[in-house]
C-alpha cells in the first residue's frame, strides 16, 4: 500500500473512531452520573474503562478498514500535529522529573519514598519502582505527613499514576474532540477523590487530611474566578470532611458499568457511521485490504 | 519594559507572581534545578534593570516585587498558550496532592477553615 494512501485510510479512521468516541464518552458520563452516590473508586473505574475503549475502538476502525479513506494530507499533518502538541506537556514533564533532586528517606515494597524542596506539595510517579516524594514543609507536621503519605500510598496501590499516563496519551490521539479533554478532567478528579477516600479509610483522620489540601492550596494565588462556583479543591475538602460511608459495593457498580460498555462496544463495532461520505472532505474508496 | 525575557528570567517571573513578593533565597529554593545563588541575584537585579521587578528592604534583606499586577503582566495569547503547554511543571507527569491552579479565595479559605475545626471538634 502506497504511503498516500495509508494515510488516507488513516485519517478516515480517526474520523470513524472519532464519531464512535462521542458515543463511548456520552455512555461513561450518563453511567457515572447514574453512581453519583457511589463511591469515587467506582466512577474512576467505569472512566478508565471508557478511556481503555477509545484506542481499542481506533485499532477496530483501522483494522476493519474505515467506510471512506480521507486523501487530505493537510488533515493528516493536522492531526499530527495536534496529536504531539497535545502530548508534549506529559513529555516535558517527564523530562523534569527526572531531573527533580530528592534524597531517599525509606521504602514500602517497591515504592520509595523520599523529599525534595524543589516541588510545591507531595507527588507520585512511576509504576514499577514508584516515587512517592513529600515537600519538608509537609514533613515537619505528623498529622500532615500522615496524611499525605497515606493520599499518595493508595495512588500507588491503585496504579493510578499509569492510568493517568495512558489516558493522556489517549486523549492526545483524540485531542480535537471536544468531549475528551473534560471526560479526562472528570476521571483525574475522582481519582483523587478516591486516594482521599482510601486515605481516610486507612486511618488518616478526615480533618487533618482536609488541613493538609487548605494548607497547600492557601499558599497558592487565589483564582481569578468570581468565587460564585466553588473551585475543585474547595469542593474536595468539603467532600473529605463529609460523614458518609466510604466504601461503597465497588463490585456491583463494576460489574455493571463493565457489562453495559462492553454491550455498547459490540454494537459501536458494527455500526458504520459513514453511510454517506460527508461534504466538504475529499473522499474516495478505501482500498480493498490485501489478500492474505 | 519591553526587552524580551530569557527563559531564565522568565522562570524568575513566574515564580514571584506565584509568590506574590519573594527575596533571592526565596526564588532559588523553588526553582526545579537553581543555578548558584549570585546567579539568581543577578538575574533579579536585570529584572529590576529591565523595570520588571521593584525591591524592598525588609531588615536585612530584599523582597522583590512585580512592578506589574499578575492580572496585567498578560503575555501575548500566543506565547501564554505555547507556555501552558511548554513551561509544563513537572507535576503534569506526576501525580500531585493538589494540582498549581487550584487556589482560593479568602471566603473559601476562611469557611473551609471553620469547616475543618467543626470536625476536629466531632473528633473526626
Not at chain 1, 488516507?8 to 453519583?36: E, F, P
Not at chain 1, 478508565?48 to 475503549?53: G, H, I
Not at chain 2, 526564588?27 to 525591591?55: F, G, N, Q
Amino acid at each position: 500500500m502506497s504511503g498516500p494512501a495509508a494515510l488516507a485510510i488513516w485519517t478516515g479512521a480517526v474520523l470513524d473512531a472519532s464519531l464512535k468516541t462521542t458515543v463511548v464518552l456520552g455512555l461513561g458520563l450518563a453511567v457515572t452520573r447514574a453512581l453519583k452516590r457511589s463511591s469515587a473508586a467506582n466512577r474512576h473505574a467505569v472512566w478508565t474503562l471508557t478511556f481503555a475503549a477509545l484506542p481499542a475502538l481506533l485499532w477496530a476502525s483501522h483494522r476493519r478498514g474505515p467506510q471512506v479513506a480521507i486523501d487530505a494530507p493537510w488533515l493528516a499533518a493536522l492531526w499530527l500535529t495536534g496529536a504531539c502538541v497535545a502530548a508534549a506537556p506529559l513529555a516535558v514533564s517527564t523530562w523534569r522529573l527526572r531531573r527533580i533532586r530528592w534524597t531517599q528517606t525509606g521504602s514500602v515494597g517497591r515504592t520509595r519514598l523520599g523529599v525534595s524542596a524543589h516541588i510545591s506539595g507531595p507527588i507520585t510517579w512511576g509504576w514499577l519502582r514508584p516515587v512517592v516524594l513529600l515537600s519538608p514543609r509537609v514533613i515537619e507536621a505528623a498529622p500532615h505527613r500522615e496524611a499525605a503519605l497515606a493520599h499518595e500510598l493508595a495512588h500507588v496501590q491503585r496504579g493510578d499514576w499509569l492510568i493517568h499516563t495512558l489516558t493522556w496519551l489517549t486523549c492526545a490521539a483524540f485531542w480535537f474532540h471536544p468531549l475528551v479533554w473534560p471526560a479526562w478532567r472528570q476521571l483525574a478528579m475522582e481519582a483523587e477523590h478516591a486516594a482521599d477516600d482510601a486515605a481516610i479509610a486507612s486511618g488518616v483522620a478526615p480533618s487533618s487530611l482536609a488541613a493538609l489540601l487548605l494548607g497547600l492550596a492557601s499558599h497558592r494565588p487565589p483564582r481569578g474566578a468570581l468565587g460564585i462556583v466553588s473551585s475543585p479543591t474547595a469542593t474536595r475538602i468539603r467532600s473529605i470532611l463529609e460523614p458518609r460511608t466510604r466504601h461503597a459495593s465497588r463490585w456491583r457498580a463494576s460489574v455493571v458499568s463493565s457489562a453495559g460498555l462492553a454491550l455498547a462496544l459490540t454494537a459501536l463495532g458494527q455500526w458504520q457511521p459513514w453511510t454517506a461520505p460527508p461534504e466538504n472532505v475529499t473522499c474516495q474508496p478505501a482500498h480493498p485490504r490485501p489478500l492474505p | 519594559m519591553d526587552d524580551p525575557l530569557s527563559r531564565r528570567e522568565r522562570q524568575v517571573m513566574d515564580l514571584i507572581y506565584r509568590h506574590g513578593a519573594a527575596s533571592v533565597a526565596t526564588i532559588r529554593d523553588a526553582m526545579a534545578d537553581p543555578p548558584s545563588y549570585s546567579a539568581v541575584r543577578a538575574l533579579m537585579s536585570t529584572l529590576v534593570e529591565k523595570e520588571h521587578l521593584r525591591y524592598e528592604a525588609d531588615g536585612r534583606r530584599y523582597v522583590y516585587h512585580p512592578t506589574v499586577p499578575a492580572e496585567r503582566a498578560s503575555l501575548p495569547a500566543l506565547q501564554r498558550v505555547v507556555s501552558a503547554f511548554f513551561d509544563g511543571s513537572p507535576a503534569k507527569a506526576a501525580l500531585a496532592l493538589l494540582h498549581l491552579d487550584d487556589g482560593l479565595t479568602a471566603e473559601e479559605i476562611a469557611s473551609l477553615e471553620a469547616a475543618i475545626a467543626a470536625a476536629r471538634e466531632q473528633g473526626r
